[in-house]
């Protein structure tokens, strides 16, 4: 039976980015958090001249690592003791440890200095905004901020999970609840209760909290079902969490059921057919290709225009989210004498963005950071993404103070209404004004598209969903993986949201022709029929009977007529 604690190796490469992250320099105090053998001190002390300590609850684990740290000559300490209750005083807290452990935790490393830094590898920390991500490492500087909590939420985000382990491997899965308030009392019931062991993030919960729930498996060999459930012992609604664990040899997963889902699931099991099952839900995950976040130039023109737009003025602070090379950045400390921040996720951009301001004497700053946490404290934000990002984004924004602006180039803030608008930018004055959405409708804005795509260059265009309500799943089928990526631009949505949905398209020859589906909730079917052709580039929502004859013109493959009907009608 598997339990807590335990301990699992990280890789080199993770704990180097981690110290990169952290910006450990030499003399400072490096605390490792259930320090296991050892490795990461003697990687802070060899490669940064930190001084280290290490806390570990395993004896032998706690000796290993002393006896690394003495083998190498590194005057560093190992103590033998629960990390909820040692002392944590340094300037770089380091922790590899399960979601619900570092919730447990976080009171305590809250309480730390200002100024200290916590890193965090493969989870972070449940409820804090993290300065800087990179590669699975999460950095935060205290005091933290900490992400907002929709109290009015109760029980657990979906009715039940679908698992797929990898044979004969202990696997940690993390899931949410939001606690009805009083005690945490988890526990895990039928056939998992064998195989699995849950921790809760609290002992003690108020009404409407995030409570991480970690579920830690025993390897299984492969072919082995197990089915169960997760309560909460309170007697609330919605307390009891489905769970099957399917240990089978392909890609891992776990994707949420709503509860006709887990019926099916349960039918499936009992009839021994569980590998369509996980076929139609892995068709489910986003293809790994193509990545977000993908960035482009701006060109000088619409910069200028956006800045016109805004009223950008001397001594404005101006904010550049996803601010790629630091182009607009400059251009907004130069032309305009704003001071100027930008946010980039990408490490080389980041170094760019930095090396040019620095070129030009211009002080400005720019941090490596994810812009959905990052601070987004200024006068003017200005944002060249893609809808779905901005759709993720706006939460975010909207809560910035009355009078910000912000300025968009390229794709509007979808639900909000511009201020102003012209030449592909747009412009919102906080507190944004919402667009008026129809509830009462369903599923994809058009049966289908036919896209018209510039042979050998990348296009990221839009679809929209109103959606069913709950978890938003969105994947492209088989025909379209690795050269079609997926994003939707919410998690989460409640019924009728009209959700944006990228579909970014990898360089494809002239004269090629794709066919395809892109999966929504509940079923949900868009049509895609996309051509390499040389003509004017553009995108058309069709109906069922537009699908069928575009899908006759592409089986004969000869869209001409079809694309050239469709291009004269947009002339109109």
Not at 90 to 101: I, K, M, R
Not at 193 to 207: C, I, K, N
Request: proline residues 7%.
């Amino acid at each position: 039976m598997p339990g807590w604690p335990f301990w699992a190796a990280t890789t080199e490469d993770r704990i180097d980015r981690a110290l990169e992250l952290a910006d450990l320099t030499a003399g400072e105090h490096f605390i490792d958090l259930g320090c296991g053998d050892g490795r990461v001190l003697l990687r802070a002390a060899q490669q940064r001249q930190a001084t280290v300590t290490g806390v570990e609850l395993d004896a032998d684990l706690a000796a290993t690592a002393r006896a690394l740290l003495e083998e190498n000559g590194i005057d560093g300490t190992v103590v033998e003791a629960d990390f909820a209750e040692a002392p944590l005083d340094a300037d770089v807290v380091f922790a590899y440890l399960s979601p619900a452990t570092l919730q447990r935790l976080s009171p305590r490393l809250h309480g730390l200095a200002a100024g200290t830094r916590v890193i965090t590898t493969g989870y972070a920390v449940p409820g804090w905004v993290a300065t800087a991500t990179a590669d699975g490492c999460y950095l935060y500087r205290l005091p933290v901020a900490m992400q907002e909590v929709e109290r009015d939420h109760r029980g657990w985000p979906t009715a039940g999970l679908l698992i797929s382990l990898r044979p004969d491997h202990s696997t940690l899965v993390a899931t949410k609840l939001h606690h009805p308030g009083g005690r945490v009392d988890i526990k895990v019931t039928g056939a998992l209760a064998d195989v699995a062991a849950v921790r809760a993030g609290a002992d003690e919960a108020e009404a409407g909290a995030e409570v991480v729930v970690d579920l830690r498996f025993d390897p299984l060999p492969e072919g082995t079902f197990v089915g169960g459930a997760v309560d909460l012992g309170t007697g609330a609604a919605g307390a009891s969490l489905r769970v099957f664990a399917v240990v089978d040899p392909g890609q891992p997963g776990v994707w949420g059921l709503n509860e006709p889902g887990c019926q099916d699931v349960a039918a499936a099991a009992g009839e021994d057919r569980m590998e369509p099952v996980l076929a139609a839900a892995r068709q489910l995950r986003p293809s790994p290709t193509p990545r977000w976040p993908s960035w482009s130039a701006t060109s000088d023109e619409r910069v200028d225009l956006a800045f016109d737009l805004a009223g950008l003025g001397p001594g404005d602070r101006l904010l550049d989210v996803g601010c790629g090379d630091g182009r607009v950045l400059l251009r907004a400390a130069v032309l305009r004498s704003a001071s100027v921040r930008g946010i980039e996720v990408d490490p080389e951009l980041a170094a760019r963005a930095r090396e040019l301001l620095r070129d030009h004497g211009v002080d400005g700053l720019v941090t490596e950071a994810d812009f959905t946490q990052a601070p987004l404290d200024a006068d003017v934000v200005f944002a060249y993404l893609s809808t779905a990002t901005l759709q993720r984004l706006a939460p975010r924004l909207a809560q910035l103070p009355s009078g910000t602006r912000v300025v968009t180039v390229e794709h509007p803030v979808p639900g909000w209404q511009a201020d102003a608008c012209g030449g592909g930018c747009w412009l919102y004055h906080l507190p944004p004004r919402p667009v008026v959405v129809d509830r009462s409708r369903r599923g994809w804005a058009s049966a289908g598209l036919l896209i018209s795509i510039r042979p050998e260059s990348r296009l990221l265009t839009v679809a929209k969903l109103h959606h069913t309500g709950g978890p938003v799943t969105v994947a492209v089928g088989e025909e379209l993986a690795g050269t079609v990526g997926v994003r939707p631009g919410a998690d989460v949505a409640p019924a009728g949201e009209e959700v944006a949905v990228d579909l970014q398209f990898e360089p494809l020859a002239e004269g090629t022709l794709l066919t395809g589906t892109v999966f929504g909730p509940d079923g949900s079917v868009l049509r895609i029929f996309a051509a390499a052709d040389a003509g004017e580039p553009g995108l058309w929502g069709l109906t069922e009977g537009d699908c069928m004859k575009v899908e006759g013109a592409f089986t004969e493959r000869d869209p001409t007529p079809a694309l050239e009907a469709a291009r004269a009608f947009s002339a109109r």
